[in-house]
């Protein structure tokens, strides 16, 4: 009887997709050794615990490792000319993340390290919410690789392939994220010199990064071994030729700063009209259009375009560098006027109702709490609970969709930082007011750019009932109401989750995008008998649930129901990328923190029904 080879056993027990006893149990069983690899591969594949990408690699099907240093490989997630990007795992860190592996045939290749070399550098230096965080860079075994956030999103080229173009709202976001992350990069010396729709990815919470350093030159601070070492010589050319300034097309190797405001503007006509500003003609021809011909008007593809809008996309993408936008800065100050106005049609906001209010009070004095308590009860906040410490706070916010959280600045057993960045990032709560309260003088301004960041406000104690009253309704108006979506009222919508409170909060959140038609199941047992007997256009599923929980109707959907193509959106508190994994490998449509918050949402609905 064979047995699993030392090799394979060594790397399923690396991955931690099965355990040690598990392992000796298939090798009790009396099969071949291929039999018993490719059998149990098959079973951990068909239960969510391996994909299939890690199956290949395992079974030798496809070349290449399963581990690159401390990074387990999960799936591939895109190819560049320069290496593959694959979602991986941190095995201790448990962290989830994409890594960029050098392609074998350049490993040799000293030109292709040092622009791979050269794309580390810039990343190393660049830390800004606009810009994929780099964590880690090195070389093992199979070369070098750097490792970088791993973005739950689509870049918007996939999006502009399903939803055809965006609005001028949506655009003009867009265009300012981004702008924001480049006068950034430019002010660290880096250039891009890539931007494009590919290039920009935009998360579940509509966050907007810029990816793709392989091409960003670095202005200043660099320090080289050799003066002929730098990798773009006059003369060469690259970039990607639709959104390429004529400059950069003559010589990639003498361009500043102005060459990704061109860029910008190219993406910004492609977004606004769903395709690039030259499409006549093969890649020369459009190269010489770039440099000679006038820019294609964006009223002739959108009658109602604002003419400010036009302005600036004109004077972003003019071919003259001196009649150009000299900075990022320039660019965000003319949009400036243009994001308020459209914020104001697109968003108007209601009347704040204190009544229908959640409040959380973080105050580890117990007198301090129930003053502010009774505070909030005065200006009409009925609920309100109250916590002796920032992780009390945080595991409430677990089971309770709250409104405000009122914190002391100073709390004995977390930092503000890290309590800011779990409840933003990591829960995405989005939606809940952070307010902090301190008698202490205002933060520095390194704390007070996290606040600003993050929507955090400050209010300064000692304060009176109307001080508190004001600040919150303050807050409140500030929240935009974002229009409802249309088409979404006639589509049927099955809400599961043993929790009634939450069953409740999804169908707020929903009703609030413009859905109106509901069923609801308290697990899966239930949603099983209604998906048997009624159709709907989509499911909103807990992950933890008695009888049988959200994996298992999920299986049940994907396998056994006659609505196998329904969109299941899962919402779950659970962070253990393993186990998320499962949930990816059943088909889910999309994971949902806890929080279920409506910007969140709003984003996933929309991609979800582009």
């Given at each position: 009887?064979?047995?699993?080879?030392?090799?394979?056993?060594?790397?399923?027990?690396?991955?931690?997709?099965v355990?040690?006893?598990?392992?000796?149990?298939?090798?009790?069983?009396?099969?071949?050794?291929?039999?018993?690899?490719?059998?149990?591969?098959?079973?951990?594949?068909?239960?969510?615990?391996?994909?299939?990408?890690q199956?290949?690699r395992?079974?030798?099907?496809?070349?290449?490792?399963?581990?690159?240093?401390?990074?387990?490989?999960?799936?591939?997630?895109?190819?560049?000319?320069?290496?593959?990007?694959?979602?991986?795992?941190?095995?201790?860190?448990?962290?989830?993340?994409?890594?960029?592996?050098?392609?074998?045939?350049?490993?040799?290749?000293?030109?292709?390290?040092?622009?791979?070399?050269?794309?580390?550098?810039?990343a190393?230096?660049?830390?800004?919410?606009?810009?994929?965080?780099?964590?880690?860079?090195?070389?093992?075994?199979?070369?070098?690789?750097?490792?970088?956030?791993?973005?739950?999103?689509?870049?918007?080229?996939?999006?502009?392939?399903?939803?055809?173009?965006?609005?001028?709202?949506?655009?003009?976001?867009?265009?300012?994220?981004?702008?924001?992350?480049?006068?950034?990069?430019?002010?660290?010396g880096?250039?891009?010199?890539?931007?494009?729709?590919?290039?920009?990815?935009?998360?579940?919470?509509?966050?907007?990064?810029?990816?793709?350093?392989?091409?960003?030159?670095?202005?200043?601070?660099?320090?080289?071994?050799?003066?002929?070492?730098?990798?773009?010589?006059?003369?060469?050319?690259?970039?990607?030729?639709?959104?390429?300034?004529?400059?950069q097309?003559?010589?990639?190797?003498?361009?500043?700063?102005?060459?990704?405001?061109?860029?910008?503007?190219?993406?910004?006509?492609?977004?606004?009209?769903?395709?690039?500003?030259?499409?006549?003609?093969?890649?020369?021809d459009?190269?010489?259009?770039?440099?000679?011909?006038?820019?294609?008007?964006?009223?002739d593809?959108?009658?109602?375009?604002?003419?400010?809008?036009?302005?600036i996309?004109?004077?972003?993408?003019?071919?003259?560098?001196?009649?150009?936008?000299?900075?990022?800065?320039?660019?965000?100050?003319?949009?400036?006027?243009?994001?308020?106005?459209?914020?104001?049609?697109?968003?108007?906001?209601?009347?704040?109702?204190?009544?229908?209010?959640?409040?959380?009070?973080?105050?580890?004095?117990?007198?301090?709490?129930?003053?502010?308590?009774?505070?909030?009860?005065?200006?009409?906040?009925?609920?309100?609970?109250?916590?002796?410490?920032?992780?009390e706070?945080?595991?409430?916010?677990?089971?309770?969709?709250?409104?405000?959280?009122?914190?002391?600045?100073?709390?004995?057993?977390?930092?503000?930082?890290?309590f800011?960045?779990?409840?933003?990032?990591?829960?995405?709560?989005?939606?809940?007011?952070?307010?902090?309260?301190?008698?202490?003088?205002?933060?520095?301004?390194?704390?007070?750019?996290?606040?600003?960041?993050?929507?955090?406000?400050?209010?300064?104690?000692?304060?009176?009932?109307?001080?508190?009253?004001?600040?919150?309704?303050?807050?409140?108006?500030?929240?935009?109401?974002?229009?409802?979506?249309a088409?979404?009222?006639?589509?049927?919508v099955?809400v599961?989750?043993?929790?009634?409170?939450?069953?409740?909060?999804?169908?707020?959140?929903?009703?609030?995008?413009?859905?109106?038609?509901?069923?609801?199941?308290?697990?899966?047992?239930?949603?099983?008998?209604?998906?048997?007997?009624?159709?709907?256009?989509?499911?909103?599923?807990?992950?933890?649930?008695?009888?049988?929980?959200?994996?298992?109707?999920?299986?049940?959907?994907?396998?056994?129901?006659?609505?196998?193509?329904?969109?299941?959106?899962?919402?779950?508190?659970?962070?253990d990328p393993?186990?998320?994994?499962?949930?990816?490998?059943?088909?889910?449509?999309?994971?949902?923190?806890?929080?279920?918050?409506?910007?969140?949402?709003?984003?996933?609905?929309?991609?979800?029904?582009?």
């Amino acid at each position: 009887m064979d047995t699993l080879n030392t090799r394979t056993r060594q790397q399923l027990l690396d991955s931690g997709i099965v355990s040690a006893d598990e392992l000796d149990e298939l090798n009790a069983a009396p099969h071949e050794e291929a039999s018993v690899i490719r059998d149990l591969t098959e079973s951990l594949v068909q239960d969510g615990r391996m994909t299939a990408f890690q199956q290949r690699r395992l079974l030798s099907v496809e070349e290449g490792p399963l581990f690159v240093g401390q990074y387990l490989l999960i799936d591939r997630i895109g190819e560049g000319g320069m290496g593959t990007v694959f979602r991986g795992l941190h095995r201790r860190m448990q962290r989830m993340v994409a890594l960029k592996l050098l392609h074998p045939k350049q490993q040799g290749a000293t030109d292709s390290i040092d622009r791979f070399l050269q794309e580390v550098r810039a990343a190393g230096r660049l830390n800004h919410p606009n810009i994929i965080a780099a964590y880690d860079a090195g070389e093992c075994d199979c070369g070098h690789f750097l490792v970088m956030e791993y973005v739950d999103g689509a870049d918007f080229k996939e999006i502009l392939s399903q939803s055809a173009r965006l609005n001028v709202t949506q655009a003009i976001d867009v265009i300012r994220q981004v702008a924001k992350g480049l006068q950034y990069a430019h002010d660290q010396g880096v250039i891009h010199r890539d931007i494009k729709p590919a290039n920009l990815m935009r998360d579940l919470s509509g966050t907007v990064k810029i990816a793709d350093l392989g091409l960003a030159r670095l202005t200043s601070g660099v320090e080289w071994d050799d003066p002929d070492s730098q990798l773009t010589q006059a003369g060469m050319v690259s970039g990607t030729v639709d959104y390429m300034s004529p400059e950069q097309a003559r010589d990639t190797s003498t361009v500043d700063i102005r060459t990704d405001i061109y860029s910008l503007g190219a993406t910004l006509y492609h977004l606004l009209t769903g395709q690039p500003m030259f499409t006549s003609g093969a890649l020369m021809d459009r190269l010489i259009s770039h440099r000679t011909d006038a820019r294609p008007a964006l009223k002739d593809m959108i009658p109602d375009c604002p003419a400010e809008l036009e302005a600036i996309y004109q004077k972003m993408a003019a071919v003259d560098l001196d009649q150009r936008f000299q900075s990022m800065h320039e660019v965000l100050e003319a949009l400036k006027p243009m994001a308020g106005q459209q914020s104001t049609s697109a968003a108007g906001s209601t009347e704040w109702n204190p009544s229908e209010s959640v409040a959380i009070v973080v105050e580890n004095s117990r007198l301090q709490a129930r003053v502010v308590e009774k505070m909030l009860n005065e200006v009409g906040v009925e609920d309100v609970r109250s916590c002796l410490n920032g992780r009390e706070a945080l595991a409430l916010l677990q089971t309770l969709p709250a409104d405000f959280l009122l914190s002391s600045y100073n709390l004995p057993d977390i930092s503000q930082r890290e309590f800011v960045n779990h409840i933003r990032n990591n829960m995405k709560w989005l939606s809940t007011a952070i307010v902090f309260m301190t008698s202490d003088e205002l933060p520095d301004a390194t704390a007070m750019r996290l606040l600003n960041r993050n929507s955090v406000h400050i209010v300064s104690k000692p304060f009176s009932r109307h001080q508190l009253q004001e600040k919150l309704h303050a807050i409140a108006q500030a929240t935009p109401t974002q229009p409802q979506l249309a088409g979404f009222d006639d589509l049927h919508v099955l809400v599961v989750d043993d929790s009634l409170v939450w069953r409740r909060r999804v169908q707020e959140v929903l009703t609030e995008l413009g859905f109106a038609k509901f069923q609801t199941a308290k697990d899966g047992s239930e949603a099983v008998d209604l998906l048997a007997s009624q159709t709907f256009q989509l499911v909103v599923t807990d992950y933890n649930m008695p009888n049988m929980n959200g994996n298992e109707l999920l299986a049940h959907i994907r396998r056994d129901s006659d609505q196998r193509d329904v969109p299941v959106i899962m919402v779950t508190t659970e962070h253990d990328p393993q186990k998320l994994m499962e949930v990816y490998q059943l088909g889910v449509s999309a994971v949902c923190n806890k929080s279920f918050d409506p910007a969140l949402v709003r984003n996933i609905v929309i991609q979800l029904f582009a």
